[in-house]
C-alpha cells in the first residue's frame, strides 16, 4: 500500500505526459494550461510539505483523463 506522498510524483508525470497530446488538440490548450497550473499547484505543495494542499493537488490530478 502506498500513500499520497508516493503517489504524487506519479501522478504529476502521468498528467505531463499527457500535455503533448492535449496541446496537439484544437482548443486542447485551455485543458493543457489547467494541467499545467494544477502541476505547479503539486509541487508548490510538495515543495512546502504542505499536506492539505498536496491531497487536493493530488485529487485535482486524478480528475484528468484523456
Known amino acids: ?3 499520497v506522498g508516493e503517489e504524487m510524483p ?11 497530446i492535449y ?5 486542447g490548450f ?8 494544477a502541476l505547479d499547484h503539486a509541487a508548490e505543495a ?8 498536496i491531497v487536493r ?3 485535482e490530478l486524478k480528475d484528468f483523463t484523456l
Open 30 to 37: 485551455l485543458a493543457a494550461a489547467m494541467m499545467r497550473a
Open 1 to 3: 500500500m502506498s500513500n
Open 46 to 53: 510538495l515543495s512546502r510539505g504542505d499536506v492539505v494542499a
Open 57 to 59: 493537488s493530488y485529487a
Open 23 to 27: 496541446d496537439a488538440i484544437p482548443m
Open 10 to 20: 506519479k501522478e504529476m508525470a502521468r498528467v505531463r505526459e499527457m500535455l503533448p
